[in-house]
């Protein structure tokens, strides 16, 4: 709104406590993790290295850290590539190609963009065990892939919509074919939808939880979700330990929030899946 | 045929992963549904018509099961929608450079890895002298499963809230700046104009929202598996999602009943199905499908 309040500092104070909460969730994860007891956000013993052993050592039966580490670098990683690539080839067929079927084609991506996903979680399970795809790595990121396919497709069709169209009449004039326009010209032109829809699928894919707590049993195929959620199970936690664990896991995460605050707001308030 | 060789290759991959594990489990949801389907009968299940259905509908949980659903989904949406929206309208209400700091602070239970959010609220809500809500409130308890429905509900609505704070910012900056202007010179307090102009305006991205989470709430049951399992003790926050999960998935009866899950799950994919062709109205479907500029292929 253009015009503040006069008195914009007190509704900033308010703004302010009720987002404190968050604030101090984040501490505690931080304290907790550092040190040997903290009462409420108050660190009640000596920072404490052998919270962080699961660094070394494998903790009660499990893998070492870097097994699901690699996992789950390779797990988003790769899933995060094959979004953008995948959605960028649709969405430039969609945005510049004719072709019969398609408005329907874009109207089933939107119905698919809206539609909850996750309850399909059974029947991904079973098709997942016919194709003797279940407990694998290359299972899970498939159907992780392909369900923010229709998000990808979506936000990259808005991208290529934007650009204006005669640089590419004329490489094709001058006889460059498609995909040469697509991969030299229009590629290029998008690269802040690449690097939104990327951020947001390699966040999505780092914390999912549900798809290979479902879909993968073997502690060698375990991501980093798995491999902290066994710790949470458990009738005595040692929440110096998990909250090291679960800082570990976020950091990437954490550091991305405060390097690149401006930036994930803009993706987010891009009309990016909520 | 050449012609449509462009469009092909560009399409394949897509169309193929998506008919892969979007078009075809909604087939399967529905057939398996229709099977009797379990952990013994897994390789060849057996066609038992409506009998999952009819089980459902007998089942004598599935009251309790259903109460919990609207309970979690109904006071879940409030919180949302009331929290996105003063949220929103708050801190559009301030200098842009603290209301971007708060805003992205709203973003951390979103972009969080969900299992590192789940804990947490377990640290925060144990016993004294750990837990930093007993020492607020002032009481020693393990409130997740002293009042497991309000600890869902705020851990699924401090994420959530986000979504619609984004939505109704955006909204808000949308508005002519002319109307904030006419209505100052008209002698309007901040809270009239609010009243008067912002929320009028704001009536479809609120039902837009309202819509978008209602179906995702339904469907959805991350956090309450991993914050309670459904417990403590017998269904206490067991919701429909959760549920079918549970009865399709997890070992928790000895045999797996695979068929009543789908039949369960079924029921939302029908309904997720018909809530998003509704949503093809409420986005302009037309104007979004203008013809390609170029025609060659």
Redesign the interface.
Known sequence: ??????R??L??L???A??L??????V??IL?GSFD?????LP?GPPDAQNWRFLWEGVGGRPPVSTPLLNSFVFAGVVAAAVVL??S??A?????????G??L????V???H??????????????L?LLGLFDTLTGVI??K???E??LG?WLMKGFFDFLS?EM??AA?VDGMS??TV?WKIALPLVRPGLLALGTFAL?SA??E??LPF?LIVSSRNWT??MY??TF?GESF?D?GM??AV?LF??TP??A??LLG??Y??NI??GGVK? | MKR?A??F???F???F??A???L???I??VY?SFTD?STVT?RNPRWVGLANYQALLSDPFMGRILLNTTRYVGLTLLFNVGMGLA?AL??????QR?A?????????????????????????T?EA????VS??VGVSKNWITASPWTVIILANG?V?A??GM?IF??A?RA?P?DL??AS?VDGAT?LQ?VRRV?LPLLRWPILFVTA??T??L?????YI??LTDGGPGFYTTTVW?LH??KL??SNYVGNVQ?GL??AM?AL??VI??L???V??RI?N?KA??G???????
């Open positions: 709104m253009p015009l503040l309040p006069p914009w500092r509704v900033l308010a703004l302010a009720v987002s909460p968050i604030a101090a969730g984040l505690w994860l907790t007891r903290v009462h409420g956000l009640a995948i959605s080839m649709a430039y067929a969609i945005s510049r190609l004719s072709f019969p398609r408005s084609y874009l109207g089933l939107l119905v698919l809206a539609f909850p996903a996750v309850s399909l979680i059974i029947a991904i399970f079973y098709i065990r498939l159907v892939a392909s369900l396919l229709p497709i169209w590419e009449m094709l498609r995909w697509f966040l780092w914390g939880f549900i479902t980093m979700a902290l959620q949470l936690t929440f998990v909250a679960g896991y976020a995460v954490i991305l929030f605050q401006r994930l707001l987010y308030s909520g | 449509y462009a469009p290759v560009f399409l991959p897509a169309t992963l998506i892969c594990f979007f075809i489990p909604v399967t949801t398996l389907i897994f949220l708050l801190s559009s209400s301030v200098r603290w971007d700091q708060i805003r992205a602070v709203w973003l951390l239970p979103r972009i969080l890895p969900p299992v590192v959010y789940v804990l947490i609220w377990q640290g925060l144990r002298p750990f837990g930093l020492d607020v401090l959530g986000s979504f984004l910012t955006s808000i508005i700046n904030f202007y100052a901040a104009t912002v978008y989470q179906l995702s339904l469907t959805s049951f991350e598996l991993l999602s079918a999960y399709a998935l695979f899950g789908a799950a939302l994919v997720g199905i809530v998003s062709f949503y093809l986005f479907f979004l499908v013809e390609p500029k170029i025609e060659v292929n």
